[in-house]
């Protein structure tokens, strides 16, 4: 039966009704008519009462209080629809306990995830903050020196000069990578698709990173299915923004006669790009968190590779904005793949392009 004013105010009516009627049977000098308007009217007056009390002044709060917190836990849920929801349910203080508990529930995961933020804000405060002094204090110490007396001396001048520059260079490249990072998650810088070869650009990053794989002597290469013509309809820059960053981290978390590989997996309408290196490798426990700010795997061996610390969360806010993810597989000292799928061009025909 369900729990509401009226089923409520009938049951307390007819209990009432025949409490009169049984007690006005058994008085003398009462006939039966009389007998049935008096239970006639102990039903009605006890029925508008209860009914009136119940559904005026109880369910009506408890109705507020249920529309209240259907609107704190959803702001686009209407009050009129709050207040149906709520009839509809059997037990209205049931259904308020159970909406109490949800939104408690709802609140304690908002908490969560905000002590988590708060977390990672402190952490990537305490990165950036490392990372910008790094590059002052050095350039800062160089031109110290210089102004202490060894600008004097020509071969230490421009010594210390080539460093401070060196300093500021990489400065500015975290500023820079910095800015493409916040620009790219506020929506502020557009992808330019347009359709090219993507082995073509492939065998250009490979031809770009030539010189610093070569003094690892590490071998970079392409693997594709054939020398056919790999169309995908994208931004050619960012994208090989991209690829050079993958790349270039194969080969700096690499070990000497170690190899990069850029794999290309040719499918039915898109194409799989794995970038494989025998390196390293990352612990588990750090690859949810890679492709985070400045995010690193352990300080001391990754600072000594350079690096602004923000190529890889570049890679995956770009892949994002290309409806794409980029995934990981690594076991530490036998290397990383990293893989993400592109759309193949609609004028392609894909049948050529298959294995």
């Given at each position: ?106 609140k304690e995961e908002e908490i969560a995830q905000l002590k988590q933020m708060e977390e990672y804000r402190k952490e990537f405060l305490a990165n950036i903050s490392h990372e910008l002094k790094t590059p002052i204090f050095a350039t800062q110490g160089f ?180 409806d794409t993810v980029i995934t990981l597989e690594s076991e530490e000292e036998k290397g990383s793949t990293f893989s993400f799928d592109l759309k193949l061009s609609k004028e392609v025909d894909n049948e050529d392009s298959k294995f």
């Amino acid at each position: 039966m369900f729990f509401n004013a009226r089923s409520v105010s009938l049951l307390l009516a007819l209990c009432i009704g025949g409490i009169t009627g049984a007690f006005l049977s058994i008085t003398t000098g009462i006939e039966h008519t009389g007998i049935l308007v008096g239970m006639l009217i102990s039903f009605s007056s006890s029925f508008l009462l209860t009914y009136f009390v119940l559904e005026f002044i109880f369910f009506k709060e408890v109705g507020n209080i249920h529309r209240q917190i259907h609107e704190l836990r959803n702001k686009q849920i209407s009050s009129s629809d709050a207040f149906n929801l709520m009839q509809k349910e059997k037990n209205p203080i049931s259904g308020i306990k159970s909406q109490i508990k949800n939104y408690a529930e709802m609140k304690e995961e908002e908490i969560a995830q905000l002590k988590q933020m708060e977390e990672y804000r402190k952490e990537f405060l305490a990165n950036i903050s490392h990372e910008l002094k790094t590059p002052i204090f050095a350039t800062q110490g160089f031109i110290l020196t210089l102004l202490d007396g060894a600008v004097d001396d020509k071969k230490v001048r421009d010594r210390f000069l080539k460093k401070a520059a060196k300093s500021l260079n990489s400065l500015n490249i975290l500023v820079e990578d910095l800015l493409t990072v916040s620009k790219i998650e506020a929506g502020e810088i557009s992808m330019e698709f347009e359709e090219f070869d993507l082995q073509v650009m492939i065998v250009d990053v490979l031809e770009q990173v030539e010189q610093k794989a070569e003094k690892k002597n590490i071998l970079v290469t392409l693997e594709a299915p054939n020398d056919d013509p790999i169309y995908v309809d994208a931004d050619y820059n960012r994208l090989k923004q991209v690829v050079i960053n993958l790349v270039v981290n194969g080969i700096k978390y690499n070990n000497k006669n170690g190899f990069v590989k850029v794999i290309l997996q040719v499918n039915e309408d898109t194409v799989t790009v794995h970038v494989k290196d025998n390196g390293i490798g990352i612990p588990k426990e750090d690859q949810n968190r890679l492709f985070e700010r400045f995010y690193r795997v352990e300080k001391s061996r990754t600072k000594k590779q350079g690096g602004s610390g923000l190529g890889l969360a570049i890679c995956k806010h770009i892949l994002e904005r290309h409806d794409t993810v980029i995934t990981l597989e690594s076991e530490e000292e036998k290397g990383s793949t990293f893989s993400f799928d592109l759309k193949l061009s609609k004028e392609v025909d894909n049948e050529d392009s298959k294995f």
